[in-house]
């Protein structure tokens, strides 16, 4: 994507040595440092460094509790539940956070998860509906991004216009020297609601909270821009956009 691309542009100039499209086949570790195999296009690599991070994600941690013992259906992402977050082959049983079917490995979605399940358990019956979730890449410059791609945008055949552009010459970014400054919105063309924001820079992580109270509040892109916001901020620059 259009943020993504200057991310990684940016992160080279940092020095940063980026692999895509590799798998790892092992990790030796030799003295201090650590050497790790991978492959390419069938091809074998190698890389020696200080330190490994397995940055891979979350599975749900159900190994040990023996669940097939009580006749609960399981899959790869966990116990298999309604959208009332009960499971479907043991009524009595609910099942949320990271080992439920419905779940993304998220933190603030547990919470809202847990309170479904709360409310289902005292008779109160009410179903799991997940808002648009932000979620941020906390790199420097951090990368952020709500709704929908472009891509995706299209593989669902949206209607949908793009706002783009670099801003690193903007005034909040200037200010404190920062080297990388852009956004990309994602606009559906009859209504001009907002289908995505992805947005690159020091406070990325912040101004994507903008377009979650949005997209939550069904507000259009203009009806965002027209909020008043504390200025200088970084959540004034939206009106920019």
């Known amino acids: 994507t259009f943020t993504s691309n200057l991310l990684e542009e940016e992160?080279?100039?940092?020095?940063?040595?980026?692999?895509?499209?590799?798998?790892?086949?092992?990790?030796?570790?030799?003295?201090?440092?650590?050497?790790?195999?991978?492959?390419?296009?069938?091809?074998?690599?190698?890389?020696?460094?200080?330190?490994?991070?397995?940055?891979?994600?979350?599975?749900?941690?159900?190994d040990k509790l023996n669940l097939a013992l009580a006749n609960v259906v399981t899959d790869k992402d966990g116990v298999l539940v309604n959208s009332n977050l009960q499971s479907t082959s043991q009524a009595h049983i609910y099942a949320c956070g990271d080992i439920s079917s419905k779940s993304l490995p998220l933190t603030p979605l547990s919470s809202i998860e847990a309170k479904v399940v709360a409310d289902n358990l005292n008779g109160k019956k009410r179903e799991l509906n997940i808002p648009a979730i932000p979620s941020s890449v906390f790199t420097i410059p951090q990368c952020?991004?709500?709704?929908?791609?472009?891509?995706?945008?299209?593989?669902?055949?949206?209607?949908?216009?793009?706002i783009e552009s670099e801003a690193s010459d903007w005034f909040n970014n200037q200010r404190i020297n920062a080297p990388l400054y852009g956004y990309?919105?994602?606009?559906?063309?009859?209504?001009?609601?907002?289908?995505?924001?992805?947005?690159?820079?020091?406070e990325a992580a912040e101004q994507i909270n903008m377009f979650a109270i949005a997209m939550k509040a069904n507000m259009t892109f203009e009806e965002l821009k027209d909020v008043i916001f504390n200025y200088p901020t970084w959540g004034n620059d939206i009106k920019s956009f």
């Open 11 to 62: 992160s080279i100039k940092m020095g940063i040595k980026i692999i895509k499209n590799a798998q790892v086949s092992s990790i030796e570790k030799i003295e201090n440092r650590y050497c790790v195999h991978y492959a390419i296009n069938n091809q074998i690599h190698q890389v020696t460094t200080d330190c490994v991070f397995n940055t891979a994600g979350r599975v749900p941690s159900i």
């Open 184 to 202: 990309k919105i994602i606009l559906e063309n009859d209504s001009n609601k907002i289908l995505g924001a992805h947005i690159v820079g020091p």
């Open 144 to 162: 952020s991004g709500i709704g929908l791609t472009e891509n995706e945008a299209i593989e669902a055949e949206k209607t949908y216009h793009t």
